[in-house]
């Protein structure tokens, strides 16, 4: 029997640092911005966007992800994007070979 596929995660209601956000999935993401997931799943993820100064987050998401001090796992976060990264580019392959 196979089991029965995940719900998407729900967008994060944006409010203060981060109501300048405009969702975008990692390809459609510019330098500067939130790298922040706050939907989707896969290629199809999408991130805050908000500004980041010099960030990786905005101010909203940093202080999330980083609470009371505790550091942020950077490399479980490169390994996670670097799979949608992947599955993004492998995609587009698939897409081009067949389009």
Do not use: D
Not at 80 to 87: D, G
Request: one cysteine or more; proline letters at 8%.
């Amino acid at each position: 029997m196979a089991a029965a596929p995940r719900p998407p995660r729900e967008v994060v209601a944006f409010t203060g640092a981060v109501a300048a956000s405009r969702p975008a999935t990692l390809m459609g993401r510019a330098a500067g911005e939130c790298c922040w997931p706050v939907g989707g799943e896969g290629a199809a993820t999408l991130f805050c966007c908000a500004p980041a100064r010099r960030r990786r987050y905005c101010p909203e998401h940093q202080r999330r992800a980083v609470k009371a001090g505790a550091p942020l796992n950077i490399e479980i976060l490169v390994k996670w994007i670097r799979s949608i990264e992947s599955a993004s580019a492998s995609a587009a392959r698939t897409e081009a070979a067949h389009g």
